[in-house]
């Protein structure tokens, strides 16, 4: 458990699985600025609390790291407020932002959630930054998003290959698709408009198609609220003016239940 904890020589269950790490991505800056693949796994597959970073594009990486350090990201969450990017920000070298960038780039995002649509949820109970399972039985799902881990233990151990589940309500899917080619604002603002026809992400336009819904809604909630207020960001800006919670989270099943890759 001390070295599932090192956040400056990391876990690294499968070393086969992804290219050799820059020193960034495996072993930080101690003691102020710990290793990416600590939080973002090894593979840049993340967890839902933090975010994927497998398969985005370098220059997009560069500039949210930036926006952390400079205070133009924020978060809406209260709990991921002060989150560690905006320490970590402060204390990173650009040449290892970069050297972390370029390897993130470089890998593909593997498909680990499913979005379930239901009436009722599973009892859960929050740990840490996430819902995990716990309670007997289960109660209504009353317009929420719910991402769990199948197994907490797995999660908390940093497997990168533990399967999400992600519960929102009865018809969700099927209403996000209809927002986000339709556009909520009309037809420039349709996702497929700049994230791509198959939302796998164009130019510096980042990848959105089979991430964690539950960060893809957060980040939907940081434009919407201003929290996230960088240069780039103005350009979601008219495309969330509008969107209600619940069109959100149809937005985010939506999006999250596409595949990541061909
Ligand atoms: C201690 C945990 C932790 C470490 C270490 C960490 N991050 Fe993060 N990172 C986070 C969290 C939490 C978020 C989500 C913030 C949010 O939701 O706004 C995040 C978000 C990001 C994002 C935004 C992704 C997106 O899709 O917009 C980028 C880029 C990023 N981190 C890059 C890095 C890089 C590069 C490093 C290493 C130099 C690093 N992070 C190290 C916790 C961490
Ligand atoms: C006019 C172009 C445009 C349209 C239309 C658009 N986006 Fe975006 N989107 C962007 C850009 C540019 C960014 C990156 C912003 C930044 O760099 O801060 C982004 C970022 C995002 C992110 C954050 C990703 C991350 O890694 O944190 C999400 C989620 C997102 N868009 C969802 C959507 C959804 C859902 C729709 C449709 C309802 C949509 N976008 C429509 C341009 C667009």
């Known amino acids: 458990m001390r070295q599932v904890g090192n956040g400056f020589d990391i876990p690294d269950w499968f070393p086969a699985s992804h290219p050799l790490m820059p020193s960034s991505v495996q072993y930080g800056v ?26 985005l594009p370098a220059d997009y990486i560069i500039r949210q790291v930036a926006a952390f350090k400079n205070g133009t990201r924020l978060s809406a969450n209260p709990v991921l407020s002060t989150n560690s990017m905006h320490t970590l920000a402060k204390w990173v070298a650009d040449s290892d932002v970069v050297s972390s960038a370029r390897y993130f780039e470089t890998l593909a995002l593997t498909r680990r959630n499913r979005v379930v649509e239901v009436t009722r949820v599973p009892k859960t109970r929050i740990e840490g930054m996430l819902y995990a399972y716990g309670g007997k039985g289960t109660e209504p799902i009353d317009g929420r998003l719910i991402e769990v881990p199948e197994t907490f233990a797995r999660h908390e151990l940093r497997d990168p290959g533990v399967p999400y589940i992600t519960y929102v309500p009865v018809g969700s899917i099927a209403r996000g698709r209809r927002l986000a080619t339709r556009g909520p604002a009309g037809p420039a603002t349709s996702c497929m408009a700049c ?11 980042p990848p959105i198609a089979g991430r964690a819904p539950s960060n893809m809604l957060r980040q939907l909630i ?20 509008q969107l209600t919670v619940s069109d959100m989270v149809a937005l985010a099943a939506y999006v999250g239940s596409r595949a990541p890759k061909r």
């Open 30 to 55: 101690a003691p102020n600025a710990r290793a990416c693949g600590y939080c973002h796994l090894p593979d840049g597959q993340g967890r839902p609390e933090n975010g994927t970073l497998a398969g």
């Open 222 to 241: 940081n434009f919407r609220t201003g929290a996230r207020h960088d240069s780039a960001s103005a350009t979601m800006a008219p495309v969330v003016e």
């Open 195 to 205: 994230h791509g026809a198959d939302l796998l992400g164009k130019d510096a336009v």
